[in-house]
C-alpha cells in the first residue's frame, strides 16, 4: 500500500533532482497534484473492483486503487464545474501533470497499468502567437536608449537587446552569467572581431548556444564595462550578468518592470511581455527566411512541431499585406 501524498513527495523529488527540473516547474506540478487529491478526496467513484471508495477515502490510502475513471473525471470537473470552469489550456497544463504522476507511478510499479495514459485534454482553440512588427520593436528599443551612461539606463538597453536578439525567456535571460557571454573567434576574419554568443540554460537544464548580433552585442558590452561594476559595488559578489540596484541578481519581476517601462516610453498600445521578444524574435526570422528548424534550434523547442506554429503567423501576414497590396486581390 503506497499513499497518495507519499508517492506525490516522491514524485516531487524525482522531477526536482533525477530530471533537474526547475522549482518553478516543481511548484506547478505540487498545485496540480493538489487539486487531483482535493477531488479525489471529494467525489465517490467506483475503482477497478467494483468497490464504491465512499468519499474516495480509498484513493487518499493507497495509490494502487487509482483508475482511468479518476483521471478523466478530474478533466470534466474542471471544465464543467459551475463556480469557475479553467480555460482548456489550463486543464491541459493540469491534466499534462497528473498524467506525468500516474506515468511515474506505473514504472514504480504501483499501479498496474497507467491510469492516465488513455485520458486526452480538451481540445484548445488555435491561439497564434503574438509578436510586434520590426518598427515597433525598434520604437522599444529606441526608448530604452542609455542616456548619459547612466547605469540602469545602461543595463535596461542591455536587458531589452539581449532578449530580442536571442529569444531568450526572461527566466533564461536574468538567469545568465558574467561568463555565459563569449566570443567564438574566426580564423577567417580579418578584424578579429570574432562572433558574439551566448550559452542559454533552458527548460530541463538543456544548453543551447546563441548567436549575439551586434546591436546587442554592442550594448551587452557597454554594460559590463560602464554600468555592472557600479552595481556589483553594491552587493556581495556574484556570477550574475544582470544586477538589480543592490548589487544581487536581477529577478524576473524587476526585468518585467524594464520592459513595461520601455513599452510605455515607446507609446506602443498592444500589450509587451516578456514573451513578446521571444515570439517577436522567432517571427521576424522567419519573415527573413530562416529555416523553422534553425528557429527551433535558437528557441531550444524540443519539437519542430512547437515552433511550427509561428509560420501561420507569417503566413496570415504575407496574406494580408496580398490582400492590401495587389490591386486584383479583392473585388
Known amino acids: 500500500m503506497i499513499p497518495l501524498d507519499r508517492a506525490t513527495d516522491a514524485y516531487l523529488r524525482h522531477v526536482a533532482v533525477e530530471r533537474g527540473l526547475s522549482q518553478h516547474t516543481v511548484a ?16 465517490p467513484t467506483i475503482d477497478s473492483a467494483g468497490t464504491d471508495r465512499a468519499g474516495g477515502a480509498a484513493a487518499l490510502t493507497d495509490v494502487a486503487r487509482l483508475t482511468r475513471a479518476d483521471v478523466a473525471g478530474l478533466v470534466t470537473h474542471l471544465t464543467s464545474r459551475p463556480e469557475q470552469p479553467l480555460a482548456p489550456r489550463s486543464v491541459a497544463r493540469m491534466l499534462s501533470s497528473v498524467r506525468s504522476f500516474t506515468l511515474f507511478a506505473a514504472a514504480e510499479g504501483w499501479v498496474p497499468l497507467d491510469p492516465g495514459a488513455a485520458v ?12 510586434i512588427s520590426v518598427h515597433d520593436m525598434e520604437r522599444l528599443l529606441g526608448a530604452a536608449s542609455a542616456v548619459d551612461d547612466d547605469p540602469v539606463q545602461l543595463r535596461d538597453r542591455a536587458l531589452l537587446e539581449l532578449l530580442y536578439a536571442t529569444g531568450a525567456r526572461i527566466s533564461e535571460a536574468v538567469g545568465l552569467s558574467v561568463d555565459d557571454v563569449a566570443t567564438l573567434s574566426d580564423p577567417e576574419d580579418d578584424e578579429g572581431d570574432g562572433l558574439a554568443v551566448v550559452k542559454v540554460t533552458g527548460k530541463g537544464n538543456k544548453q543551447r548556444i546563441v548567436p549575439l548580433g551586434s546591436f546587442a552585442r554592442a550594448a551587452v558590452d557597454a554594460y559590463l564595462v560602464r ?105
Open 28 to 43: 506547478a506540478y505540487r498545485r496540480d497534484l493538489a487539486v487531483f487529491a482535493e477531488w479525489l478526496a471529494s467525489t
Open 120 to 131: 486526452r485534454p480538451p481540445k484548445a482553440p488555435s491561439r497564434l502567437p503574438k509578436a
Open 227 to 331: 554600468a555592472r561594476p557600479v552595481f556589483a559595488a553594491r552587493g556581495p559578489s556574484t556570477p550574475a550578468l544582470f544586477l538589480g540596484a543592490r548589487g544581487a541578481r536581477l529577478s524576473r519581476q524587476s526585468a518585467w518592470l524594464v520592459i513595461q517601462a520601455a513599452a510605455e516610453r515607446a507609446g506602443l498600445s498592444a500589450h509587451v511581455s516578456p514573451h513578446t521578444f521571444r515570439h517577436s524574435f522567432a517571427t521576424h526570422l522567419l519573415e527573413g527566411g530562416a529555416d523553422v528548424r534553425v528557429v527551433q534550434e535558437l528557441l531550444g523547442h524540443a519539437s519542430v512541431a512547437t515552433t511550427q506554429i509561428y509560420t501561420l503567423v507569417t503566413a496570415d501576414m504575407l496574406r494580408d499585406v496580398y490582400q492590401t497590396a495587389h490591386p486584383r486581390a479583392r473585388r
